[in-house]
């Protein structure tokens, strides 16, 4: 049946340069509401890669909480975060803490991860007083944009991401793994083909290599899917990398993206990735009481810089496993 079919029950308004927007009049009941159209909603999402749903009312963890697990039932429980966020229950987080000024360029979220969140769902309870979006962009459109040799090599050796835990930037090791415990972690890395090297100091590097471009589980289509730019040394603002590197050195950094074969990933690369992204993004000042929905795979997402207060809660949904075009990077990781 074609999605259009199928996403047909609700009245969904498409603009350009904007998310889809479906305006509900305020039910009773939100969380009641979301589960009788729990399959036309997940519909649009699947049609469109994002949804905004406005009019629910959304003012509290407790009722935010209710409506994410009427859409997709248990939540993830976050690992290998790269910053650490607040719970606000069972699955439901704030959003990754990050300077109000500086912008959160588009990721997919946790594509470094083998298993990841299929479906993001973010409700804003107090809406920030200028900026702060939560923007998409679509990932089959910004593979299709990007240079044809750039995306080839890396569909071809995929990317590699580099981290280096401390004490000092980013989650702790308790907090990105669940746990301090030296055997734990090792054992996680083995089970998530991490490769892991604890340093004389006590601190732990690691490395991991993944698919760069992979298909939707429900379309098929390919899709754009990594966080290549956004965790590379070139992303971060001139001053906070120079600091960075002059405190750590270029192989001490919180974390960094390099390509599948090991080298460097030079900045122009970094800056056509994150060109490709801003002009596809679609971006919906957010509303308080607002609920958006974004397929993690058709849809990476970012947050821009605001002021004022902003608290907008996350939960991770229906957790699976990309089905990637990179046939060598799949082999060696049988």
């Not at 009049?25 to 009641?32: E, I, L, M, T, V």
């Not at 972690?185 to 992979?214: F, K, M």
Request: hydrophobic share 35%.
């Amino acid at each position: 049946m074609p999605f259009s079919s199928l996403a047909s029950p609700l009245d969904v308004e498409l603009r350009p340069d904007k998310p889809a927007l479906l305006c509900v009049d305020p039910p009773d009941d939100a969380p009641r509401w979301t589960a009788e159209h729990r399959e036309a909603l997940r519909a649009q999402v699947t049609e469109h890669g994002a949804l905004v749903v406005r009019g629910l009312g959304l003012r509290d963890a407790g009722q935010a909480g209710a409506v994410f697990a009427r859409l997709a039932g248990d939540l993830m429980t976050e690992r290998e975060a790269f910053a650490p966020r607040e719970a606000h229950g069972r699955g439901l987080y704030s959003s990754t803490p990050w300077p109000d000024n500086q912008p959160m360029c588009m990721h997919h979220e946790l594509s470094y991860q083998q298993q990841v969140p299929g479906l993001m769902l973010f409700a804003c309870l107090t809406a920030p007083q200028q900026g702060g979006a939560t923007a998409v962009a679509d990932a089959e459109e910004v593979l299709r944009a990007l240079p044809t040799g750039l995306t080839e090599r890396f569909e071809r050796e995929g990317w590699i991401l580099t981290r280096s835990y401390n004490d000092e930037i980013g989650a702790s090791l308790a907090e990105s793994f669940g746990t301090a415990d030296r055997a734990e972690i090792e054992h996680y890395c083995r089970t998530n083909a991490i490769s892991c090297t604890w340093q004389p100091d006590g601190t732990l590097r690691t490395e991991q290599r993944r698919p760069a471009v992979v298909r939707h589980p429900v379309t098929g289509r390919r899709c754009w899917f990594n966080q290549i730019a956004f965790l590379n040394e070139w992303t971060l603002d001139p001053e906070v990398r120079e600091y960075l590197l002059d405190v750590y050195g270029p192989d001490g950094l919180p974390f960094n993206t390099r390509h599948g074969d090991g080298s460097p990933i030079d900045e122009d690369v970094v800056r056509i990735v994150n060109s490709t992204y801003e002009a596809h993004t679609r971006r919906e000042p957010w509303q308080a009481g607002d609920l958006l929905l974004v397929d993690n795979i058709r849809s990476a997402h970012s947050r821009e810089a605001f002021t004022g207060a902003r608290q907008v809660l996350v939960g991770l949904g229906e957790p699976l496993r990309p089905v990637d075009d990179c046939p060598a990077l799949e082999a060696s990781e049988r």
